[in-house]
């Protein structure tokens, strides 16, 4: 839009649809005709899953739909419910028994899209990308088992008790007994005529045939009489449009850990879903259009009688291979859902209950994703047991406890991987070339493998307070051998040194000095000097003993040595011949 700031114009990605041509919006119709065949048995079956009335999941796939289209910066992802996400929701309304689901379902979307907003202008996307993939895939999995053993009793019309994963399965293996034959061939019938459709060509709006077929089945037949439930006899859903709601926040508070989890969930998974399609068509994502604008989506939902919502991967993905060409295709997705809703009313509630289960049978096999799994399953030990974590946390405790337990297990391998300190010894032999001789370990065996009175240690890695501890060790082994008389740290491959480490190193200096011996500095990085000359610490060494960093790493590490050798009383011609310094790595065999 003309004269708008451009950080501004970034929260408004809506103002592209200037640009929109007769041709793309006939484009956009067909996407959004084909989208909503697949958005309402979803919205129905994962409003299921949260345990809401069914007409909660096609009021989050309206007016959040339309919003978070206009204003999320991915042309193609179609917000709404989702699975993952329904789950989440579910188990945090299972948990508060005491208090209105409704209620509860609007002030978490509140919650949510307040946060996400604020991640959003506070620049804060880059915190998604510390949450490691096998995170995500281990609840995604955990989710599967979950939405499957949740519809076992839809399926077969008994009663389940609440509880973890193996108390539910064995409560309804005991209830077999009293199943109803006719909602498992429904049930069944209805997920293997969804596959059977896929096979046949993976276009046709499969979920919505076989509800179709199912809906019909059971009023031709009479099922109903037969024991079969529809969603009339649950929570019918009223003709007409979302009503106004209201959040309770007297609930924040007690919502916050939920709502927090939700929110990392969220944005994870519509972050994952608009970069895979970005992918494909080469659009480029602003992550705070993309976080603000899914906020905005969740505040609608807060208010217009949704539950939190996200980017659908299968939604937005048919949206893309269906050809919409602007972020009008979204919109209508919205507003032909508002159409169901004024019309099609009716004809939900005859929709057979164990229809949906053997809809969301098939949802949960299709995200269990093997392919994923055993390439995890092969990576390193971090990554499996990351997985492996989270995967049995979603079976063993409340979803929200499942996700922060990942994440954190992500963290500490994150931080471990953040604190290792890498340094290697380099060492000079008779022609005066250098060698690298491979990572120095921090025992004491290994700082005392060499009797050289120089010392040098090459230092790699950030420079931070979390290595401050690694780094002091190291320093007091090499001070502790009186053979050394000068250490050399070079810090060419080393950044970002704070004041904890600058200190250390100055503590280290000091002591050497005080017993006739040296430090120098080389290669150092000339953001590094500013600040060691802010802290005292050249005057300490002695600005000769200093040296920064020189684009021919030479000149700086063979100007360090020859001042070395000269302060220890050595011979620093060996290093004139500048064609003998160089580096000739070789790697320590383990």
Not at 345 to 351: I, M, S
Request: glycine share 10%; net charge neutral.
């Amino acid at each position: 839009m003309p004269g708008l700031p451009p950080k501004l114009a970034g929260y408004l990605p809506f103002t592209d649809l200037a640009r929109c041509t007769p041709r793309a919006l006939r484009q956009d119709a067909l996407a959004a005709l084909t989208v909503i065949f697949m958005a309402v048995p979803q919205g129905i079956a994962y409003a299921m899953i949260a345990g809401l009335p069914p007409a909660m999941g096609l009021y989050a796939a309206a007016i959040p739909t339309i919003v978070g289209a206009l204003f999320r910066s991915s042309r193609h992802v179609i917000t709404g419910p989702t699975n993952a996400l329904s789950l989440l929701v579910g188990g945090a309304l299972a948990l508060r028994l005491d208090a209105d689901p409704v209620v509860t379902a609007v002030t978490l979307a509140l919650m949510v899209g307040l946060m996400q907003v604020a991640a959003g202008v506070l620049g804060l996307g880059a915190l998604v990308d510390f949450i490691s993939a096998p995170v995500v895939l281990g609840y995604i999995t955990g989710a599967a088992v979950l939405i499957g053993v949740g519809q076992l009793d839809n399926l077969t019309e008994t009663v389940v008790a609440r509880g973890h994963l193996l108390s539910r399965l064995g409560s309804w293996a005991q209830g077999l007994g009293e199943a109803n034959h006719t909602s498992m061939a429904l049930g069944l019938g209805t997920a293997a005529l969804i596959v059977a459709l896929r096979r046949v060509d993976r276009r046709l709006p499969g979920a919505i045939i076989a509800m179709a077929v199912a809906t019909l089945l059971s009023w031709a037949l009479d099922l109903p009489a037969h024991g079969v439930s529809r969603v009339l006899d649950v929570h019918p859903v009223p003709v007409g449009l979302p009503p106004i709601s209201l959040p309770d926040l007297d609930l924040m508070q007690a919502l916050l850990p939920v709502a927090v989890a939700a929110t990392v969930l969220s944005l994870v998974e519509a972050n994952a879903v608009a970069r895979a399609i970005a992918a494909h068509t080469g659009q480029r994502l602003r992550s705070g259009a993309e976080f603000a604008g899914q906020g905005l989506a969740n505040l609608a939902a807060a208010f217009f009688s949704g539950y939190p919502v996200s980017g659908s991967l299968s939604r937005s993905a048919l949206n893309h291979r269906a050809g919409a060409a602007t972020r009008l295709a979204g919109v209508m997705s919205g507003a032909a859902m508002l159409a169901v809703l004024l019309v099609l009313g009716p004809l939900v509630n005859e929709t057979p209950i164990a229809s949906l289960a053997g809809l969301l049978l098939v949802v949960a096999w299709d995200l269990v994703d093997r392919a994923q799994i055993l390439q995890t399953l092969k990576a390193g030990p971090s990554d499996r047991l990351t997985f492996l974590v989270t995967l049995l946390g979603t079976w063993a405790l409340p979803l929200d406890q499942a996700i922060y337990l990942g994440v954190g297990l992500s963290l500490v391998f994150l931080l471990r991987q953040v604190r290792l300190l890498g340094v290697r010894e380099l060492e000079v032999d008779m022609k005066g070339g250098l060698h690298e001789v491979g990572p120095l370990a921090d025992t004491e065996e290994d700082l005392h493998r060499h009797t050289s009175a120089v010392r040098v240690l090459q230092l790699e890695g950030r420079l931070f307070f979390g290595v401050e501890g690694a780094l002091r060790d190291l320093l007091d082994g090499v001070v502790r051998d009186q053979q050394v008389r000068a250490v050399i740290l070079r810090l060419k491959r080393a950044q970002g040194m704070d004041v904890t480490v600058a200190r250390a190193i100055l503590e280290h200096a000091h002591q050497l000095r005080s017993e006739g011996r040296h430090m120098l500095l080389a290669g150092v990085p000339v953001a590094t000097l500013h600040l060691l000359e802010r802290l005292g610490v050249v005057d300490a060494l002695g600005r000769e003993q200093v040296f920064v960093e020189h684009p021919n790493w030479a000149n700086s590490l063979g100007a360090a040595y020859r001042r070395a050798l000269e302060l220890v009383g050595g011979d620093p011609a060996v290093w004139e011949a500048g064609d003998l310094i160089a580096v000739r790595e070789r790697r320590k065999q383990a």
